[in-house]
């Protein structure tokens, strides 16, 4: 039996298998709200054979948006918006569905990739629809970028605020699974680092205060959550940088997130300085491994994963428990489908597409409809 191919449980939510659809910003929402490109996306992506579907980072507020395309789930408007994609997505999928949570903090109010080139840099100016950002210090995050106003504790409870109130949002759409992005230098995670968080209060300094205010975040967020539903958190193990986030720091903030009641880590790194980062299949396996070992945190592996064997091997060893894709499954939306043929399973697929599911006539599929949900 393949070891991919096996369920999990977290809390009430039993995955059907171990791959994960990564959160990916498509940069293509109208002032927060989902556009009909999500309908789409998510769509197609759900009939992948996938175990779960993660949404693209969401902004809990208008200024925690990586940029104006974003999503946002801060107000009606963009919950309705919500509301009729995954409408449409349930009505062909029984796929569980989480949704990443997060505010973009000094690396907010820029532009989408593909419109950054020439002599457009990357962040939005005031008079091209952008906005001024926040951190934990007034550090901004290259030479570049404008610098970002460091956070009092009256903004700081609002943002919590907005997290919780994110998190009621959640619930009311019916969504699974909800992780909060605490990597790649947004918010949460530039108040992990060291290279943006320079605070002397209770909020800065060593680890334990560097976390505390990520961790009042995912405090809130539980309280919010219904039990039944698992949370997760992104962060990252390292930030490749002298003067960052080292590993043991990661692996503290792991037992402390386990501690509150969260229940798997993605484990990530880089993004809180401009750094030349060792790229290679499966390169951050070895952080997601030390802390499954050290905080015994269900953990996600993410980066470069391409070959269903490369993915086998990292669940059977027990580096990982989740496997999560990103460009992988941009570049083939029916990842699950092959790796299933060649690991020897199955994944359940709709019946439409019942007559791609062989490989030398031999079928790999569950040739039973899949459930509405």
Same mark, same amino acid.
């Given at each position: ?7 999990? +449980? ?73 509301? /009729? ?24 109010? *820029? &532009? ?6 020439? +002599? ?22 290259? !030479?570049?970028?404008?610098?970002? !106003? ?7 409870? $609002? ?12 619930? &009311? ?16 995670? !530039? ?37 039944? $539903? ?15 986030? *080292? ?13 509150? =009641? ?11 300085? !401009? ?8 390169? @951050?396996?070895?952080?997601?491994? /030390?802390? /499954? /070992?050290?905080?015994?945190? *269900? *953990? ?7 070959? #269903? ?9 027990? @580096? ?12 083939? #939306? ?9 690991? =020897? ?22 040739? &039973? ?5």
């Amino acid at each position: 039996m393949s070891a991919l191919f096996q369920p999990i +449980t977290l809390r009430e939510l039993t995955l059907p298998n171990r791959i994960v659809v990564s959160p990916m910003c498509q940069y293509s929402a109208v002032n927060g709200c989902a556009s009909d490109w999500h309908v789409i996306h998510l769509g197609h992506l759900a009939l992948s054979g996938a175990g779960l579907l993660i949404i693209e980072a969401t902004g809990v507020e208008p200024a925690g948006r990586i940029s104006p395309g974003c999503l946002g789930l801060y107000s009606d408007e963009t919950e309705a918006a919500l509301a /009729r994609v995954l409408e449409v997505v349930r009505r062909h999928s029984a796929i569980p569905i989480g949704i990443q949570l997060g505010h973009a903090g000094r690396k907010a109010s *820029t &532009r989408a990739a593909w419109e950054v080139g020439g +002599t457009r840099g990357r962040t939005l100016g005031m008079d091209e629809g952008g906005w001024a950002t926040v951190a934990p210090s007034a550090i901004p995050f290259g !030479a570049d970028w404008p610098a970002p !106003a460091a956070l009092d504790g009256r903004s700081m409870d $609002r943002i919590v605020a907005a997290f919780a109130q994110a998190t009621e949002r959640c619930a &009311r759409l019916g969504l699974d699974l909800i992780e909060l992005h605490s990597a790649h230098g947004y918010l949460m995670s !530039a108040f992990l680092s060291p290279l943006a968080n320079r605070r002397n209060d209770e909020f800065g300094g060593d680890i334990v205060g560097r976390m505390r205010f990520p961790l009042r975040i995912v405090e809130a967020v539980r309280a919010a959550w219904p039990a039944t $539903r698992p949370l997760g958190v992104r962060f990252n193990g390292t930030d490749w940088a002298d003067g960052g986030i *080292t590993p043991e720091e990661a692996v503290t903030f792991a037992q402390a997130l386990a501690r509150l =009641g969260c229940d798997y880590a993605d484990v990530s790194s880089g993004g809180n300085a !401009a750094v030349s980062i060792p790229l290679s299949p499966g390169y @951050q396996v070895p952080l997601a491994e /030390r802390i /499954r /070992r050290e905080s015994g945190l *269900t *953990t996600m592996a993410v980066g470069l994963i391409r070959d #269903p064997l490369h993915a086998e091997q990292i669940v059977a060893s027990g @580096q990982a428990d989740l496997i999560a894709l990103g460009r992988a499954m941009l570049n083939d #939306p029916r990842w699950p489908w092959h790796a299933a043929e060649t690991l =020897g399973a199955k994944v359940s697929v709709p019946p439409p597409y019942w007559r791609g599911a062989t490989t030398a006539g031999v079928p790999h599929f569950d040739m &039973r409809p899949s459930p509405s949900a």
